[in-house]
């Protein structure tokens, strides 16, 4: 019986060549799933509006669409069933301080 013959230099180059490709396409194929999942996550938690800090309650014919920080307060956009929108300011332990009612042209 003959010897197995090895296989040519260029063969060699070639199948280390595919091999590298087919780790680089399952990398790739991985990293694309993980970035659709990751927005798909965001997108949901963003529908869900703004977080509000426990210790602020508004009225229940109200929705909170933005909230916002400041140095000793805490400032709510709110929505009304109507489509009236306030702002609400309160302190950072929940003591309203400000009601303003904005009205916008359209």
Do not use: C
Request: aromatic share 8%; proline share 8%.
């Amino acid at each position: 019986m003959d010897a197995p013959k090895e296989d040519p230099p260029h063969l060699r180059t070639l199948r280390k060549l595919v091999n590298v490709m087919t780790v680089v396409f399952i990398l790739g194929f991985i990293t694309i799933v993980i970035v659709i999942v990751m927005q798909f996550t965001r997108t949901q938690t963003v529908a869900m509006g703004p977080a509000v800090p426990e210790l602020i309650t508004i009225p229940s014919n109200e929705t909170t669409s933005a909230v916002t920080f400041g140095n000793g307060w805490v400032a709510l956009v709110t929505v009304d069933f109507d489509g009236a929108e306030r702002i609400r300011t309160f302190t950072p332990e929940g003591y309203p301080l400000q009601t303003m009612d904005i009205e916008i042209s359209k």
